[in-house]
Nanobody
């Protein structure tokens, strides 16, 4: 079994910053890719940022230049540094990982999500 646990969400004023963390644990052999998604009220879940083996990243256009995704492979942890936050960034943020399990099978998992609210 694999677990993903997010942390770091909260309430912040426009222009502020938050740093989200997601730690993976369980029957993990390796993690190929990790990403952050978000879902705002009335909208479907969307990709925010994604990082794969080798360090290649991509970002939603709406967060480019403001958010940075990074990964600590030794700790099986992915981070999302969010700067210059805007009210439209308000959403539940979910961690996702593509995992090779200890039995060498591909596995995709989601965390429970962490709420980010940007409001003055």
């Amino acid at each position: 079994q694999v677990q993903l646990v997010e942390s770091g969400g909260g309430l912040v004023q426009p222009g502020g910053s938050l740093r989200l963390s997601c730690a993976a644990s369980g029957s993990i052999f390796s993690i190929n890719a990790m990403g952050w998604y978000r879902q705002a009220p009335g909208k479907q879940r969307e990709l925010v940022a994604h990082i794969i083996t080798g360090g290649r990243t991509n970002y939603a256009d709406s967060v480019k230049g403001r958010f940075t995704i990074s990964r600590d492979n030794a700790k099986n942890t992915v981070y999302l540094q969010m700067n210059s936050l805007r009210p439209e960034d308000t959403a539940v943020y979910y961690c996702n990982a593509d995992i090779l399990t200890t039995t060498l099978r591909k596995y995709n998992d989601w965390g429970q999500g962490t709420q980010v609210t940007v409001s003055s």
